[in-house]
């Protein structure tokens, strides 16, 4: 029996000073581990460039598509898959700025209450800045209608993300063919 008793006990922990430790801390996995749900945050945080909605546009715009091509002329050479991919890059983008914009105007909204507040209170220079921001955010909305305008013509500044998904889709395309070329050789 003492031979089992001798496997089930745990042995003092020396430290390096040669000093037994008679317990160790206990490790919580919640310590190091966050278990929760990323959806539960919804919120995006902008890191760059004005620091604005108008930044997501920006970022979605210079995308690069080309690996996304390039996988799918692999998988599915046909042209009517390549277009269909298209649309739905630049349905993407027609979201956005929906999205974009919605924001903007609800912070407009907002920002038109805290303007009316502060100068009830006389606070003019606070005022002052908050139409500037105000100011910014009409500007950012312009421009987000200007893009979509320029979409709409498609013109070049505005389809970078479709011109680099259709590089690699030639690219894909070209790879099978040079596939095919090597497995048919004698």
């Known amino acids: 029996?003492?031979?089992?008793?001798?496997?089930?006990?745990?042995?003092?922990?020396?430290?390096?000073?040669?000093?037994?430790?008679?317990?160790?801390?206990?490790?919580?996995k919640e310590d190091f581990v966050d278990d929760s749900d990323p959806k539960d945050d919804e919120r995006i945080v902008i890191r760059y460039g004005t620091g604005m909605p108008i930044d997501l546009i920006y970022a979605y715009i210079d995308k690069d598509y080309e690996q996304v091509g390039y996988d799918d002329a692999i998988c599915n050479v046909d042209n009517t898959y390549k277009e269909s991919k298209k649309e739905i890059i630049q349905n993407g983008l027609k979201r956005l700025f929906e999205q974009v914009r919605l924001k903007y105007r609800g912070d407009l909204r907002e920002i038109?209450?805290?303007?009316?507040?502060?100068?009830?209170?006389?606070?003019?220079?606070?005022?002052?800045?908050?139409?500037?921001?105000?100011?910014?955010?009409?500007?950012?909305?312009?421009?987000?209608?200007?893009?979509?305008?320029?979409?709409?013509?498609?013109?070049?500044?505005?389809?970078?993300?479709?011109?680099?998904?259709e590089r690699g889709f030639y690219k894909g395309l070209a790879a099978r063919a040079q596939s095919y070329l090597n497995n048919s050789t004698l």
């Open 1 to 28: 029996m003492a031979f089992f008793n001798w496997f089930g006990k745990s042995k003092p922990q020396v430290s390096e000073s040669g000093n037994e430790n008679k317990s160790l801390p206990e490790i919580n």
């Open 112 to 165: 038109d209450v805290q303007i009316s507040t502060v100068e009830q209170q006389g606070m003019i220079n606070t005022a002052e800045s908050l139409k500037a921001r105000k100011e910014t955010f009409l500007e950012h909305l312009k421009t987000i209608n200007e893009m979509e305008q320029c979409l709409e013509k498609k013109e070049a500044q505005m389809y970078s993300m479709i011109y680099s998904y």
